[in-house]
């Protein structure tokens, strides 16, 4: 499985960015996919995930209202809309792929088999 993340890039607080994530070498539609951060000292944390068919997602407190998780099985194609961006939003950003299909690990990083290469996102105030 090959994941290659993409859309990172400075932003002014306020301002909102676009992250993709492309996936190729199963099938994309049979597994639920997330996003995670990793911000410059601290340990990787989850971000937002959502199911195989996209009829649920799950968010951590600090982006609710703010983040939307987003996919295009058609284009084996994960999305992350940030709005609302802040500088604690600051950090290297992770698509992950589980290789199992236990929803119940969504947030757990160390469930996550593949990872996209991670893309930066830096917001400033």
């Known amino acids: 499985v090959q994941l290659q993340a993409s859309g990172g890039g400075l932003v002014q607080a306020g301002g909102s960015l676009r992250l993709s994530c492309a996936a190729s070498?199963?099938?994309?539609?049979?597994?639920?996919m997330g996003w995670f951060r990793q911000a410059s000292g601290k340990e990787r944390e989850f971000v937002a995930a959502i199911t195989s068919l996209g009829y649920s997602r799950d968010y951590a407190d600090s982006v609710k209202g703010r983040f939307t998780i987003s996919r295009d099985n058609a284009k084996n194609t994960v999305y992350l809309q940030m709005n609302s961006l802040k500088p604690e939003d600051t950090a290297v950003y992770y698509c992950?792929?589980?290789?199992?299909?236990?929803?119940?690990?969504?947030?757990?990083?160390?469930?996550?088999?593949?990872w996209g290469q991670g893309t930066l996102v830096t917001v400033s105030s």
């Open positions: 992950a792929a589980p290789d199992h299909t236990n929803w119940l690990y969504r947030s757990d990083v160390q469930k996550h088999a593949y």
């Open positions: 070498g199963r099938t994309f539609s049979g597994y639920h």
